[in-house]
């Protein structure tokens, strides 16, 4: 939600080239604040914004703006001003920015950096998308183990301004291998005098470069962390990944997984960003794919077209079976899709949380089973309704077990279990209801 | 995953009650790890490894046990331990686990705490659960704006043991009334005789008690907070909510939504704890109701009897055009309930996103329909073809706008747009995909 009050005063400070009220803005309100409040103005404005701000004030709210309006003032910022920028911002973010920009844009900011910034935005963007090398950053605090902690304080405040925290410091050999990790608050509570070697925490949480962002949530949480160190083949520490970062990689996931739930590909933007073109092709993959799923159902139908003739009064109850059985193939999905992004269930206990599943799943559909033979019963006599009760408690059964086999089957198969998403699941279970439904009509109506 | 070689490690050193193997472990296990290897394990076992530790490894590892299982121990460690344990918890956890016990249990715990003790739980417990109230601890660090940067970090110093973190400090004035904030990296940064009054960051961001935990979330997240400050009606402050209880939250709302998407109610316990009833509980509400909207699709059917009847090769896209209709609902109702989760689209936006979200949907529902009058064709010649593909277009149209409009008009009404899930969003989605087919198929095939 932009606070409009706050995006006038700043169009008309821009308007009039007013530093003195855009100072005073900055002074008051968080630069996540200022870039919310320019996130629908054209570039320029934003360009120009930048302009009339010194460069720490830059740095703070070009990294708040979006990936697409960060790539959109690579071209319209002055080359030296951009390269100033670039070189100020944090090593993780920098890194993300040329992740998104082409080769012509790389090209125009690069030469202005120093060699060891190329290097290091090198570096951070080879590890592929959402892996932990992907979100770390380079800029943390390092500490020797033969440091007292007076000294250790010392080397901390000097670090302070380009790190990503103090709060966590690590303790390297000469080889950059992890020793320990000591905090500031252990820091501050020991006395002056008292080796590093002697106070480190040398049981670390580390996790390597590629290991899936989803992962590297729940390392932090799991442990409480403010930053996870991460090590490359050799064990050595190469970056970490604070909690402010976990935390948007958090909101990520979970984006994603809410879309490929619905089966909606990955989307670069957020839904009020995103284009028109890019919500069409994130939308239009699946549903194209879950039409040929549909003619199975169709096919289903027909095959049983003369039931259907026979008793045309089965048609009544067929949105019924068919929907309850993908209702609870797409809620067992759920469940099990979220079970294993939290890692609260993994691939080996697939046989007991199945177990354990179906059971309730028997439960639902014999209580589904009652329901809809009263429905039956009321509507269309004994026979049609035994017909529909039956077949209700086996399309629960058949839909739960399908909404629960999937996102295991999806995830021993190396893909993301996320993509059994409830239509995926309904499509499928769609045509066993059909099967499952038409084949006790045929037999218990003694239809030939 | 439990890391089974910890799990016999401990239960052999508990079985010979080895307190010099179990310390062995702790040295080398993060309590988080510990609480994993637990799990699955007795009461009466972790009530005696419990007793076998030192007050703050049991605290520690107390504090990571599922509440489940914290709400067991009450009853079976004896009172002393209890009341010693509860009282060294952290503030925020101790009153999460009086909130899940039962009277009796709270009665047994009580005396043994001290008044202020006993003062703070009450106070914390009074705040509805998933707000901001609940979220927070009251263990904070607070200075006077008269300090110094000397005698504030000496103050640190001394608090520091009992605070939920010390790298956020809390400026107040006498009655409680937030004046600013500073940060342990400010005060070591700073000269030694500099004032915390000329150093605070007086804007600070506040949340009100009663602030949903979703929007906490979103605030921590957004301003790359490590803790948020809560403040009552006085603005006073009241307690402070860390990033890692806020990440524990994003996770408890992501599987919340997760969950409500697929129309699973809200579990208490994560799937592979939940018992067999509660997971039957959590399900069986909503799919005993969507019964009663298949019905609709049912009473649709029933009421074009002579329609099918003329024309049974009708049915033969019907599972096609209706399955459509609802995928594309559940596309819209994802990307909307998602984004409204995540604050980037509010209720006022409402009709800016329709407008777009609809253009989107008639660009899908023109391919889709071209691809489905393919189909028709072939198989059932260019009349069916028509009435397929004008269907399709129309279905995939109201079914988006089923889906935008739902999470919109339940957020309206105060209630969690989530609720607007696949299920419920297919089930509508089913009867208008009906009576728009054989509606279509009425019209244009000339069926009286």
Not at 246 to 261: F, G, I, P, R, V
Request: with cysteine.
């Amino acid at each position: 939600m932009a606070d409009l009050s706050l995006q006038a005063r700043l169009l008309t400070a821009l308007s009039s080239t007013d530093k003195q009220a855009i100072r005073a803005d900055f002074n008051h309100h968080h630069p996540a604040d200022i870039a919310k409040a320019m996130v629908s103005q054209p570039d320029a404005a934003i360009a120009k914004l930048l302009q009339l701000l010194p460069l720490p004030d830059q740095t703070d709210l070009f990294s708040y703006l979006a990936k697409r309006q960060q790539a959109a003032l690579v071209e319209e910022l002055p080359r030296n001003d951009m390269a100033a920028l670039v070189s100020a911002m944090d090593a993780d973010e920098r890194a993300d920015l040329f992740h998104s920009l082409g080769d012509q844009q790389r090209i125009a900011i690069l030469p202005g950096l120093a060699h060891a910034e190329r290097e290091d935005i090198r570096r951070l963007c080879s590890y592929p998308e959402r892996t932990a090398g992907a979100l770390m950053t380079s800029s943390y605090a390092t500490l020797s183990a033969n440091l007292t902690v007076k000294q250790a304080i010392r080397t901390l405040r000097l670090e302070a301004p380009d790190k990503e925290t103090i709060y966590q410091a690590y303790v390297l050999t000469e080889d950059r291998r992890l020793l320990g990790t000591i905090s500031l608050k252990q820091l501050i509570l020991s006395p002056s005098d008292v080796m590093i070697s002697s106070l480190m925490k040398t049981e670390v949480v580390a996790v390597a470069t590629d290991l899936a962002q989803e992962q590297v949530v729940e390392k932090v949480r799991q442990y409480d962390l403010i930053a996870l160190p991460v090590l490359d083949d050799n064990n050595q520490l190469v970056g970490i990944i604070s909690y402010d970062d976990a935390m948007d990689a958090a909101e990520e996931e979970a984006t994603d997984d809410a879309q490929k739930s619905a089966s909606v590909a990955s989307m670069r933007s957020p839904l009020s960003q995103a284009s028109i073109s890019e919500l069409y092709r994130k939308r239009i993959g699946w549903l194209v794919l879950l039409v040929f799923g549909a003619l199975l159902s169709g096919a289903g139908l027909a095959f049983f077209e003369d039931t259907l003739e026979a008793h045309i009064a089965l048609v009544f109850f067929m949105p019924l079976l068919v929907g309850s059985g993908g209702n609870a193939g797409s809620q067992a999905a759920a469940l099990m899709v979220r079970a294993l992004a939290t890692g609260d269930v993994v691939l080996k206990d697939w046989f007991r949380v199945l177990a354990k599943d179906l059971l309730v799943a028997s439960a639902l559909g014999i209580s589904m089973g009652i329901t809809v033979f009263a429905l039956g019963y009321v509507r269309s006599g004994p026979e049609i309704a035994i017909v529909v009760a039956l077949a209700m408690v086996c399309v629960v059964l058949v839909g739960s077990f399908i909404g629960l086999s999937l996102p295991f089957i999806l995830s021993r198969f190396k893909l993301d279990p996320a993509t059994a998403s409830g239509p995926l699941v309904t499509t499928i279970v769609d045509a066993s209801g059909v099967i499952i439904y038409f084949g006790f009509a045929t037999w218990i109506l003694q239809i030939n």
